[in-house]
């Protein structure tokens, strides 16, 4: 054999802009690569930046024309990525695979936003075909081509043939800052630090936890955006001067990968006005569905995710563009309000307190969602493992998930990240101002979902008594529904005799099983 006829390390298929990136990741981290897609164009693409990108004339990427001359080009057994569209595609994929004679031993693994319980049923579906493996991706184009985070999930033994290369082309992390460790151009790659890839659990489980982590990413972007709507619309802020804001917010606890594109976009021009883009970019916002699966799921599992909701509400609601145009016309908002320069200062620091007060809020009902899923599916999920690959990579990195690995460190059987001390004492520090900036919106008639629903969530979880004793009494009014007593033994069920004039009490019998 020559030296350009070896066979190839990993066969992959789905050339798009993610998977294009991942193949010139796993190329730079020294792997050979069988490349398919049905564009062949996107196969020219790839093979041509990778003789721009590789230095040696001996090329790393073997573009294939058909599923049978990929597998003929790899080394057995076969390791297989997909990166393409979740639903139909990956089916479609699977089953020209078994076409073209994939084997039992060979693993294919499926790095799109794949809903979780599809990913359990195909493991089962193709399980005497090949081995499904499941590996969600985030990070985006730039996280794919110089470092993901990594969500690994399925079978153990495909995970030990995974896991090297997994974590040679993950993000990594300085273990003593817990920041990121930069690799910005081709042909670098980085083989220390911490690496953000680490196995999740069973099949499902990995897209489980890439779900929430797309359901915090909605939550963290929408309160983002409340901040903005806030500063542009109530205090009359021009883009740059919010960017500026944002920007010194950049530097404390609110440093993220989110606040710092925000950064960016707010000081885009538009290249054909000259004015802000942003300005220019039509209110409406899009969704591919992972915010709402882990809204659905919230509500399935019974855990309280009201944030994480109200951030997929929202996009909702920008979608009825000719509504509220026709709305506005209609119904009144308070009148406009001028702010001292000294108001407008503290406005600004209780808007700050208010953003990072709702981030803990929606951090603990991501964590709690997944600890109560992992619950209901026998998953043994490591959160302290989980908040750390999360470090770097993907799109909520940010310096406060160290403190929520440390917490989770702190105490591994941890229920929610209010609990924690530094948490609790983060919260109780600024929950004045976050109360009064949530106020100062409301007041401008400003509309703040996700600031509000925060506080409101917080409010709910730390109050020893809700409301609920009356709806029970309303329950069991129309309904006969039963209500236990806080005077009476724990488990005892009563009702009252609505109808009869003396509504007597009466305890119910359990019932017999
Ligand atoms: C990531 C992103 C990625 C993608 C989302 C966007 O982690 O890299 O979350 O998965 O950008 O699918 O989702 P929406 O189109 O629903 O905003």
Redesign the pocket.
């Known amino acids: 054999m020559t030296r350009d006829t070896v066979l190839c390390d990993i066969g992959f298929i789905g050339l798009g802009v993610m998977g294009k990136n991942l193949v010139l990741n796993l190329a730079d981290n020294g792997y050979k690569i069988a490349a398919f897609d049905l564009s062949s164009e996107k196969v020219n693409d790839v093979i041509l930046q990778d003789q721009q990108e590789n230095n040696s004339d001996i090329p790393r990427v073997h573009g294939c024309s058909s599923y049978t001359e990929l597998l003929s080009q790899l080394k057995p057994p076969h390791l297989i990525v997909l990166s393409v569209p979740a639903g139909a595609p990956v089916d479609q994929v699977c089953e020209n695979l078994i076409g073209a004679g994939i084997g039992a031993d060979d693993i294919v693994i499926d790095t799109g ?1 794949s809903l979780w319980m599809d990913t359990v049923a195909r493991e089962q579906k193709y399980k005497n075909n090949f081995i499904l493996f499941s590996s969600a ?4 184009e730039v ?1 794919a081509r110089f470092g993901p985070a990594l969500m690994p999930s399925g079978s153990a033994y495909a995970w030990t043939r995974i896991k090297p290369i997994w974590e040679a082309i993950s993000a990594k992390v300085d273990p003593h800052t817990g920041k990121p460790l930069e690799r910005t151009k081709p042909g670098q790659v980085i083989n220390e630090g911490d690496p953000c890839a680490a196995y999740i659990g069973p099949a499902g489980a990995g897209h489980y936890v ?1 779900m929430v ?2 359901g915090i ?2 939550a963290d972007m929408q309160i983002i955006g409340e901040a903005y709507h806030i500063l542009r619309s109530g205090l009359g802020l021009s883009t740059d001067d919010i960017a500026d804001i944002f920007e010194k917010w950049h530097q404390g606890p609110l440093d993220s990968y989110l606040m710092e594109i925000t950064v960016e976009v707010l000081r885009q021009k538009s290249s054909d006005t000259g004015t802000s883009l942003v300005d220019l970019i039509l209110d409406k916002a ?6 709402l699966w882990t809204a659905v799921s919230s509500l399935e599992v019974g855990c309280p995710a009201p944030t994480i909701s109200q951030a997929v509400y929202a996009r909702s609601i920008s979608s009825f563009k000719d509504f509220r145009v026709q709305a506005a016309q209609k119904l009144s908002g308070p009148q406009a309000v001028s702010f001292t320069a000294e108001e407008q200062t503290a406005f600004i620091d209780r808007l700050h307190d208010a953003i990072y007060s709702a981030k803990i809020c929606v951090y603990a009902q991501g964590f709690q969602l997944m600890k109560l899923a992992a619950k209901e599916h026998n998953w043994t999920l490591n959160f302290a493992s989980i908040a750390k690959i999360w470090r770097a990579g ?2 909520i990195r940010a310096v406060f998930l160290q403190p929520i690995t440390e917490a989770f460190e702190r105490n591994e059987d941890l229920d929610n990240l209010l609990l924690d001390d530094f948490f609790a004492g983060q919260l109780n520090e600024h929950q004045g101002n976050w109360r009064k900036s949530v106020a100062d919106a409301t007041l401008l008639g400003i509309p703040v979902g996700a600031l509000s629903s925060a506080l409101s969530y917080y409010d709910s979880m730390r109050a020893e008594v809700l409301p609920a004793n009356l709806l029970q009494g309303q329950r069991d009014f129309f309904g006969a529904h039963t209500f236990e007593r806080v005077d009476k033994p724990a488990g005892k069920k009563y009702h009252v005799q609505w109808s009869s004039p003396e509504r007597k009490t009466v305890e119910i019998p359990p019932v017999q099983k």
């Open positions: 936003n991706v985030s990070g985006g996280g890439k982590h797309n990413e909605y899009g969704q591919k569905g992972t915010g993907c799109i």
